[in-house]
């Protein structure tokens, strides 16, 4: 795919109507094209480094993307592999999550997408890890908001965090935080 990036930066915006759903093939081009990973290596710190499409504090990308469709339970994207996968006994708190999102904007036909912090894997490089994990998330938003402008998508960012729908139903969850909320769908 060719893309005119400055006349990307002009044309994007937010935009809220989700009135088509995200095929598989779309879904699957916005993560490949805004989050997915380039590299690992092993690190002195214990998790890997990884080289992603954007940008993370120390190379720790402590950001992980969960989806939640019009039905169904979390899933969690993989960048290592590019696959989505289904998070057990998440039904429930993803429909929860749907439904505590409509309240800020009409989700209809849209896919949620949350961000759930790892902030052990930033912590574990920088003593201080709270500010830079917030500003990994914005970096992902960001990225996942043009990448959805060049896929001529619609998408909307909350601001609410998803807590605590994003992590409620996992056993480690004390361990993880949620960090933010966006919608996608097809325009
Ligand atoms: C962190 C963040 C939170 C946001 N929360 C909401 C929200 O809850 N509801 C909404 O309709 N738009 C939300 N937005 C979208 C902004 O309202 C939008 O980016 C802003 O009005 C500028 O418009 P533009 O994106 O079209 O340039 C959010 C954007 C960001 C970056």
Not at 58 to 76: F, N, Q, V
Request: charged letters at 20%; aromatic letters at 6%.
């Amino acid at each position: 795919m060719a893309l005119d990036l400055v006349a990307l930066l002009e044309q994007r915006q937010t935009r809220r109507q989700f009135e088509k759903p995200l095929d598989d093939t779309t879904l699957g081009e916005i993560l490949w094209l805004a989050c997915r990973n380039r590299s690992a290596r092993p690190s002195v710190f214990g998790p890997d480094q990884e080289s992603r499409v954007h940008p993370s504090a120390g190379a720790m990308h402590p950001i992980h993307i969960l989806l939640a469709r019009e039905t169904g339970p979390w899933l969690r994207y993989d960048p290592l592999e590019h696959a989505l996968i289904e998070l057990p006994h998440s039904g429930a708190s993803a429909a929860a999550g749907r439904r505590a999102a409509s309240s800020l904007v009409e989700l209809e036909h849209g896919t949620l997408i949350g961000l759930v912090a790892e902030p052990g894997k930033t912590a574990a490089k920088y003593e201080h890890p709270e500010s830079l994990v917030w500003r990994d998330a914005g970096v992902v938003l960001g990225y996942l908001s043009l990448m959805a402008e060049a896929l001529g998508l619609a998408f909307c960012p909350l601001g609410t965090t998803g807590q605590p729908y994003l992590t409620e139903y996992l056993p480690g969850s004390s361990a993880l935080q949620a960090v933010g909320l966006a919608v996608v769908s097809a325009a």
